[in-house]
Nanobody, 120 residues
């Protein structure tokens, strides 16, 4: 069974930085894409950033401030968040798509979410 475990959320002042990590574990052979979504109170879940072997996509609202990276050997994805704004406050969810495992059909998996709060 595949599990995604996130870490790195917390409370930060406007203009500050945080780094989120998400490690996928299980009998994983390969992962097509890894990324981050977020959901603020009363809003729909939205894509923040995604990384594949073919490239990287960011939401317009985070371009130039957030950087996604991936360590394929560790099945881990990172999100470096700089110049944080109050509107970045949300629960951030990690996602892994096209996960090929030795025990089950390929599938997509979500992490449990980590809270990021930007406030003075």
């Amino acid at each position: 069974q595949v599990q995604l475990v996130e870490s790195g959320g917390g409370l930060v002042q406007p203009g500050g930085s945080l780094r989120l990590s998400c490690a996928a574990s299980g009998s994983i052979f390969s992962i097509h894409a890894m990324g981050w979504y977020r959901q603020a109170p009363g809003k729909q879940r939205e894509l923040v950033a995604v990384i594949t072997s073919g490239g990287i996509n960011y939401a317009d609202s985070v371009k130039g401030r957030f950087t996604i990276s991936r360590d394929n050997a560790k099945n881990t994805v990172y999100l470096q968040m700089n110049s944080l704004k109050p509107e970045d406050t949300a629960v951030y969810y990690c996602i892994a798509t096209g996960v090929v495992v030795t025990t089950d059909p390929p599938g997509d998996y979500w992490g449990q979410g980590t809270q990021v709060t930007v406030s003075s």
